[in-house]
């Protein structure tokens, strides 16, 4: 079996590699860890998240892309070519086309950028695609048709908001508000309120058990272990879910008024359709608890969360890589 094509969504906080008839292959952290002398790739993904916050002086663990876009060329480099090789396996007769989805508000540059990398690291044909348009794909939203969809794609470094009709997006908005920030908001509040120090994963463990968007009837509460800011011992606490609540506020309310944005810039006919259909919630932050009930109650729509809502980028570079015809009209870049 020879893999012609590959559909990668190059997320901020996690790359996932769809192949045509196989389905997704590979769903890992985009985290890399190199050696600081000699710049050597020391892991790639799963290995180097394991590596987060306990490195020594001679290794930097790094997240490559920052709120969607590159922000180390080289780095990011070497961790497509490792996704890859991975995908193809031991055998490589020839090298593969790779299709890529980036944030919408992605700039010139930002695109040039991603395409020459993914060249570089072995692609034959490089595709750059628009997140909303293949999350929508991904969801199985008929986006061809006459009739408005809305979709939010809520990632780990950007949300991106697209009425989509025709094949393409009507009005849109992207803002660099996504799961990395949630967990940043969290780890500044327990260390506000509680005063203690914890990592960036640890953070995510909180949001992941009992983070909500809205105020929970039934709490829920964890146990969290980190170093007290006072003595630098390590101490125990337990954060409830309404602290996260409370924590990611403003990240919300920046998510909600991005949101009413691409409403308000929605054509009439357009906005009826959005009105009877509802918006549709993808990527892996959509998963937080009551974030669809938040966004129908501030903006009157009706909201629903996409089946495997973390893998809709992915199936949709998959759909559109098979159907390069069809999708020919919402490529970005191609080279």
Do not use: W
């Not at 991975?86 to 090298?95: I, N, T």
């Amino acid at each position: 079996m020879f893999i012609k094509k590959i559909g990668i969504d190059l997320g901020t906080t996690n790359v996932r590699v769809y192949v045509p008839k196989r389905g997704i292959i590979i769903y890992e952290p985009s985290v890399v860890a190199i050696s600081k002398g000699d710049r050597k790739v020391m892991a790639v993904g799963n290995p180097a998240k394991d590596m987060l916050g306990r490195t020594p002086e001679t290794i930097i663990a790094t997240r490559p892309l920052k709120d969607g876009v590159i922000a180390d060329y080289r780095t990011t480099e070497a961790m497509l070519r490792y996704f890859i090789n991975k995908a193809l396996g031991g055998v490589r007769l020839f090298r593969p086309e790779v299709m890529v989805a980036v944030p919408g508000g992605i700039n010139s540059t930002e695109r040039r950028a991603v395409i020459d990398a993914t060249i570089a690291a072995g692609a034959r044909a490089a595709y750059i695609i628009k997140e909303p348009i293949v999350a929508a794909i991904g969801a199985d939203i008929p986006i061809g048709s006459a009739s408005g969809s809305m979709i939010i794609e809520i990632g780990g470094g950007t949300s991106e908001i697209a009425v989509l009709s025709l094949g393409g997006i009507v009005s849109s908005g992207s803002v660099r508000i996504g799961g990395n920030k949630f967990d940043a908001a969290i780890q500044e509040y327990v260390r506000r309120k509680y005063g203690l120090a914890v990592g960036e994963r640890t953070a995510e463990d909180i949001k992941i058990e009992v983070g909500s968007a809205l105020f929970l009837d039934k709490k829920m509460a964890m146990e969290v272990r980190g170093r007290d800011m006072v003595t630098g011992l390590p101490r125990i606490v337990t954060v409830a879910s309404d602290d996260v609540t409370e924590a990611i506020q403003h990240e919300l309310e920046g998510l909600v008024t991005a949101v009413k944005d691409v409403l308000h810039k929605t054509p009439p006919e357009l906005s009826a359709d959005v009105m009877d259909k509802g918006m549709i919630l993808s990527g892996g932050s959509a998963q937080l608890r009551n974030l669809d009930q938040l966004i129908a109650d501030a903006t009157g729509v009706p909201c629903y969360v996409a089946e495997e809502p973390a893998l809709c980028v992915a199936k949709g570079t998959g759909v559109a890589l098979e159907n390069l015809e069809a999708y020919k009209r919402s490529l970005l870049a191609t080279r």
